[in-house]
């Protein structure tokens, strides 16, 4: 979580129920968010124990093929309800919405009772279905797109005739969800025949919100200031090529996407050297920060990245939560200009020339992507302007709908001999110069210890398999009254019976993603896709060990159920 926190101090195996606040003493955001945790944690554990680690209940989330009047053959209906992924909830509403009228003349034309449902207002080729409310059990609903929009009269024009419904009693319209335009996924590719059968499958993993990418968040009472963050969960039908006709096993495909053998770091304050010279005094050198810092490391490269660059990584002593939000910004060949919404709230959480910056905005983030590291050349403080080498990718930061930012890294290059940082081409840290004769980039051995600052070292585990995902962190609490960081440590005893301890090396604090099958879908030109489902179990008042079959829509909408 890229958020402004002290720690993170939630441990699963230790077992804790809850927090005990006591009478005065001092309150600390990682005491409260611990407690967070800890619900969190019972709440999704229970769901995992008593439905399964992938519950639909009533048929949410189910994939159906899109019957509307045209074949449509490279999407597929997403259907509305909730799935819980490994006790995490997932939801897609789609609230129904009175018809107020009928067009008498023309059979595409619709007023609705309210623009604004499930959070946001109708679109220009989103699709809905219109059907009667009234009859029971409801008959089949007209699915159809928008084609056109008159806010003003709260009229919605259709690309199909649905003068059939006309004399409705109780006429409903709805939004639905289709894999092309679901919310949490920009521009995901279509389905295609030239690669016939597909693996759907739900990405299921949680993303910091800030006020910046949600202004909602402020209380403006108190004339806005920075308060708390959010956890939003983020959930993404994404597909994959698919060679066999059945469902892939929910623990093959995390074994697929997210690898065992995810790279592992220990981390340090550097020990003090003796010098064999008895005139020479040793300096302090454990941590030697001013302040207490949450350093935070990530990956920036990833190791099988389709650049070709070896793996990488950037760090930050503030969490990664130096952020400015983008006004505008204009790239260009050799430079990029940015105009920001604010320099920061001190010298500390501001911008200097030199400094490396990411630029971001939401589609950048839900596609799990990492900006480009940019470094700064010049900051005019009076007009908010910062100068940057070297241009941004195409489209990222120019939306100011998508909430785009700048977003600080503090690594800088250093002495390699010394343990300091050597930095690659993508501007981040170089975990290893090392490669395997396959091409691949590989830990080598006897990896150094590396310098971030104020005497922070890190160490990635000398693991020639290591696989390294962008975007995995690890947190560093670095404290001034003990000189240290906090970090796990393991003990051993020698031949000599003499105990030493070593820093753990600890897998990634995240980002935990998590993954269930949804279906199997064979596409095929100028016709519809056939759809195989993937069975999930359906949360129900069974006995315990009991899962029933899941519920069956027997239309798109999931109006009407057919129980098996």
């Given at each position: 979580m890229k958020a402004d926190l002290t720690r993170n101090s939630f441990d699963p195996l230790k077992h804790f129920s809850g927090v005990l606040m006591q009478q005065g003493r001092v309150q600390l955001d990682a005491d409260w968010n611990e407690q967070s945790s800890i619900l969190l944690h019972l709440i999704r554990q229970l769901v995992v124990d008593f439905g399964g680690s992938a519950v639909s209940p009533?048929?949410?989330?189910?994939?159906?093929?899109?019957?509307?009047?045209?074949?449509v053959d490279?999407?597929?209906?997403?259907?509305?309800?909730?799935?819980?992924?490994?006790?995490?909830?997932?939801?897609?509403?789609?609230?129904?919405?009175?018809i107020l009228s009928w067009d008498a003349k023309d059979g595409h034309n619709i007023k609705v009772a309210n623009w604004t449902v499930d959070g946001g207002g109708y679109q220009v080729g989103q699709y809905v279905e219109v059907y009667d409310d009234s009859a029971k059990p409801v008959a089949a609903a007209v699915l159809?797109?928008?084609?056109?929009?008159?806010?003003?009269?709260?009229?919605?024009?259709?690309?199909?005739?649905?003068?059939?419904?006309?004399?409705?009693?109780?006429?409903?319209?709805?939004?639905?969800?289709?894999?092309?335009?679901?919310?949490d996924l920009p521009n995901p590719a279509p389905l295609s025949s030239g690669k016939?059968?597909?693996?759907?499958?739900?990405?299921?993993?949680?993303?910091?919100?800030?006020?910046?990418?949600?202004?909602?968040?402020?209380?403006?009472?108190?004339?806005?200031?920075?308060?708390?963050?959010?956890?939003?969960?983020?959930?993404?039908?994404?597909?994959?090529?698919?060679?066999?006709e059945g469902c892939v096993a929910q623990g093959s495909l995390a074994d697929q996407l997210q690898p065992w053998n995810r790279?592992?770091?220990?981390?340090?304050?550097?020990?003090?050297?003796?010098?064999?010279?008895?005139?020479?005094?040793?300096?302090?050198?454990?941590?030697?920060?001013?302040?207490?810092?949450?350093?935070?490391?990530?990956?920036?490269?990833?190791?099988?990245?389709?650049?070709?660059?070896?793996?990488?990584?950037?760090?930050?002593?503030?969490?990664?939560?130096?952020?400015?939000?983008?006004?505008?910004?204009?790239?260009?060949?050799?430079?990029?200009?940015?105009?920001?919404?604010?320099?920061?709230?001190?010298?500390?959480?501001?911008?200097?020339?030199?400094?490396?910056?990411e630029v971001q905005d939401d589609n950048s983030v839900l596609s799990g992507s990492a900006g480009k590291l940019l470094?700064?050349?010049?900051?005019?403080?009076?007009?908010?302007?910062?100068?940057?080498?070297?241009?941004?990718?195409?489209?990222?930061?120019?939306?100011?709908?998508?909430?785009?930012?700048?977003?600080?890294?503090?690594?800088?290059?250093?002495?390699?001999?010394?343990?300091?940082?050597?930095?690659?081409?993508?501007?981040?840290?170089?975990?290893?110069?090392?490669s395997s004769s396959a091409g691949k980039f590989v830990i080598q051995i006897a990896n150094p210890w590396l310098d971030l600052e104020d005497g922070v070292q890190i160490q990635f585990e000398e693991l020639s398999y290591a696989s390294y995902r962008s975007g995995d962190y690890w947190l560093i609490p670095a404290r001034v009254a003990t000189g240290d960081v906090i970090w796990p440590q393991e003990s051993y005893t020698d031949a000599n019976g003499k105990t030493s301890s070593n820093p753990v090396a600890k897998g990634p604090d995240g980002i935990t993603h998590h993954y269930a099958p949804l279906a199997v879908v064979t596409v095929k030109a100028g016709a519809a896709p056939q759809v195989t489902q993937c069975g999930v179990a359906r949360a129900v008042a069974n006995p315990v060990g009991v899962i029933d079959t899941p519920v069956l829509v027997n239309n798109p909408g999931n109006l009407a159920v057919n129980k098996p």
């Open positions: 009533k048929g949410g989330f189910r994939i159906d093929p899109l019957t509307t009047a045209t074949v490279n999407d597929v209906l997403i259907a509305p309800g909730s799935y819980y992924v490994d006790g995490i909830l997932c939801e897609l509403e789609s609230t129904p919405m009175p159809c797109k928008v084609a056109k929009l008159d806010y003003s009269n709260l009229t919605l024009t259709l690309d199909t005739d649905v003068s059939s419904l006309r004399n409705a009693a109780n006429g409903r319209l709805r939004r639905l969800t289709t894999y092309l335009t679901q919310p016939p059968r597909y693996q759907l499958y739900l990405d299921v993993w949680e993303r910091a919100i800030t006020y910046v990418e949600d202004d909602s968040i402020r209380e403006v009472a108190l004339n806005g200031p920075d308060t708390a963050a959010r956890s939003r969960v983020v959930w993404q039908v994404k597909a994959l090529p698919a060679t066999l790279g592992l770091l220990r981390a340090r304050a550097e020990p003090a050297q003796v010098s064999t010279d008895p005139c020479t005094i040793s300096p302090d050198s454990l941590y030697r920060g001013p302040e207490n810092q949450l350093y935070r490391v990530e990956i920036h490269t990833g190791s099988n990245d389709p650049s070709g660059l070896p793996p990488s990584f950037k760090w930050s002593r503030e969490n990664g939560a130096v952020v400015f939000p983008i006004v505008k910004l204009s790239s260009g060949d050799t430079a990029t200009t940015v105009t920001l919404g604010n320099l920061g709230r001190d010298d500390r959480f501001s911008l200097e020339p030199g400094d490396y910056v470094q700064v050349q010049a900051v005019d403080s009076n007009n908010c302007i910062v100068t940057l080498a070297g241009n941004v990718a195409a489209g990222v930061g120019n939306d100011p709908t998508l909430h785009p930012l700048l977003r600080r890294w503090d690594h800088k290059a250093g002495d390699a001999a010394q343990g300091g940082l050597t930095l690659g081409k993508d501007g981040a840290a170089l975990i290893s110069t090392a």
